[in-house]
């Protein structure tokens, strides 16, 4: 139970200073959370939309991390799919016993099934047209708290979307790996941007557009990457993640992918050892 409350206490400040003044019981939300069970329904059928296979059980692992996505809004903005499937290649390489699993109430089965195809990814989903795991848990409105960081048991051990925040991530590799996680900033650096906004123009709908970012290391350490979180799915940012000498360059290769016309302005947080990390970049244009 000291574990709990301390993950919790942790949780809540992270989260608060994510979210500053917007909301005053964000605490006590956390707390009214923190070690409350999950319940799954009775039948509940997950598929890899990338391949011919299902399956119909919650299965078994030391920890579970669940998220809800509903029909509200821009699906693949808040899916992120790219970035999952950076995060669960993290977790496999750290040889975690951690089972994802996706539950979305579509409001367009097929919309949504393409999206998975596109984005290669091939983890379970279970299609919720029903929406039964919502109403059996009542979950927040607010799709940030719609991720969950379970035990064994299905108790909440953690409430936040690690592909939507990197300190969220953080929080929950340290509760993966029980506090062993390094830290990563602690020889920090100073770089040089040489434009944080770049505008993309005029682009047809579903044409792709791509850019470069070069980030210039000028500070006494080399440039370590932590994470990389765009404000969309439809912004893929590439990278070479190996340490930055002093005096070079990192290069960030932005790919935009539209997929509804009109004026677009996506933003891009670069997790690195810097004082002033994250660093914020924007792409912007408009799709006719």
């Not at 923190?34 to 009775?42: A, L, V």
Request: a neutral charge; proline letters at 4%; hydrophobic letters at 40%.
């Amino acid at each position: 139970m000291k574990v709990k409350i301390i993950v919790c206490c942790v949780l809540a400040l992270i989260l608060l200073s994510c979210l500053g003044s917007r909301d005053n019981s964000t605490e006590k939300f956390i707390v009214e959370w923190e070690g409350k069970e999950i319940i799954f329904p009775e039948k509940t059928q997950f598929a890899l939309y990338g391949k011919d296979f299902a399956f119909d059980t919650i299965p078994d692992a030391e920890f579970k991390i669940i998220t809800y996505v509903d029909s509200i809004g821009c699906a693949s903005c808040k899916l992120r799919l790219p970035s999952w499937i950076d995060f669960i290649a993290q977790l496999d390489t750290m040889k975690l016993n951690v089972q994802i699993l996706f539950f979305l109430h579509p409001f367009n089965s097929r919309e949504l099934k393409a999206i998975l195809r596109r984005d290669n990814f091939n983890y379970p989903v279970c299609m919720d047209t029903k929406d039964e795991l919502n109403k059996l848990n009542h979950f927040p409105q607010d799709f940030h708290f719609q991720t969950f960081l379970l035990n064994r048991n299905n108790e909440v051990l953690a409430i936040g979307n690690p592909v939507h925040n990197y300190r969220i991530k953080e929080l929950y590799l340290k509760i993966l790996l029980k506090g062993g996680l390094e830290d990563k900033t602690s020889d920090q650096t100073t770089v040089e941007v040489a434009n944080s906004t770049v505008n993309l123009g005029r682009l047809k709908k579903e044409q792709e557009k791509d850019t470069v970012i070069y980030i210039k290391n000028v500070g006494p350490n080399k440039l370590v990457v932590l994470d990389i979180i765009a404000s969309c799915g439809c912004t893929i940012v590439e990278c070479d993640r190996v340490p930055v000498a002093q005096g070079e360059k990192l290069a960030l290769k932005i790919v935009y992918k539209p997929d509804n016309k009109g004026y677009f302005n996506k933003s891009i947080n670069l997790y690195c050892n810097v004082p002033s990390s994250p660093i914020s970049l924007q792409v912007l244009g408009n799709v006719e």
